[in-house]
């Protein structure tokens, strides 16, 4: 199947990156290139770097971007800085991060991304390592009952993880629709008509396998540092507990003194090393979200780099 991903915030991104046609940008989540060549489309001196860590993807990002002054890494953005190190690059202009599973990773089954339709259970964005079958026949009930509970914010976690506990112990759960099954005969019918029964239990083995927020945490960091004074970065988030940590850091990256309330005069010299470029968060516009249904849960925060040390 050919990588298709329909860019999502797309003129809002290329906005808030404030692209300049000599600058140096990373797009930390390349996927199919859409974001990627809409970047190396505005650039004529100017370099791309595009990372992705699933290696279809990079397969296709290297002959899209092939026409264009772009270098394709197969990596995860969170050794984005490590990447650029290797590459003799200081510091960038410009960083976009393009959150959560590609339209390709859903719609091709066999990746088994999707509880739409049945295939082996994968999930894998790096096809490698950990796979959601290893997580849903080899973790304890306490481990499976965190994981869906902590990274699905499912309230029927323990009933879940008990659940399959019980098939797993007749025979391995092998399939998408094995699961799937297992989800939907443990919650209420009420529960069934408020959203697909199955979206946060996949969700949260999903986010278990390929460690991203773990991988988040660490990207942000190492995005932000590699920014050069004036620099931005931009990252589109798809579910509140990323949205939650983008938040969260951004605020720690724009905070300025950290003595304690009752000290008389700050003696930490720490300076704010960052400035919110939007103070809330980018929703899709109406048009785009009859275009593109996958756009409906994206917000899409951006900070730009004020400095380059904490106490100036």
Do not use: W
Not at 144 to 162: M, T
Not at 264 to 287: D, T, Y
């Amino acid at each position: 199947m050919e990588f298709v991903h329909k860019p999502v915030l797309l003129k809002e991104c290329l906005e808030g990156l404030n692209i300049k046609p000599d600058g140096i940008y990373v797009d930390a989540t390349a996927g199919g290139a859409g974001h990627s060549v809409e970047i190396a489309k505005r650039l004529d001196s100017g370099k791309l770097i595009a990372l992705d860590r699933d290696p279809d993807a990079v397969r296709a990002a290297s002959e899209r971007l092939s026409p264009y002054n772009a270098v394709v890494v197969r990596s995860n953005y969170s050794e984005m800085d490590e990447v650029l190190k290797e590459l003799g690059i200081t510091a960038v202009d410009g960083i976009l991060m393009d959150l959560g599973v590609s339209s390709h990773q859903l719609d091709t089954k066999e990746r088994g991304f999707s509880y739409h339709s049945d295939a082996p259970l994968d999930m894998r964005m790096s096809q490698e390592g950990l796979s959601a079958a290893d997580v849903v026949n080899n973790y304890s009930y306490e481990e499976l009952s965190r994981v869906i509970f902590e990274f699905g914010e499912e309230k029927f976690a323990r009933k879940i993880a008990s659940e399959i506990i019980k098939a797993r112990e007749k025979k391995p759960i092998e399939t998408t629709f094995e699961l799937a099954q297992i989800v939907k005969n443990c919650l209420p019918a009420a529960s069934k008509r408020e959203k697909h029964p199955c979206k946060r239990t996949f969700q949260a083995i999903r986010m278990e396998v390929n460690g991203e927020l773990e991988h988040l945490s660490k990207g942000l960091d190492a995005a932000f540092s590699s920014l050069k004074v004036g620099g931005r970065l931009a990252v589109i988030t798809f579910h509140s507990l990323e949205d939650r940590l983008v938040k969260q850091r951004f605020a720690s990256f724009c905070k300025g003194c950290i003595c304690p309330p009752d000290f008389p005069r700050c003696v930490c010299g720490r300076l704010p090393q960052g400035e919110l470029v939007n103070k809330k968060a980018i929703e899709a516009s109406k048009e785009e979200l009859e275009e593109n249904n996958r756009s409906r849960s994206a917000k899409l925060r951006i900070i730009e780099r004020i400095r380059c040390s904490e106490n100036g």
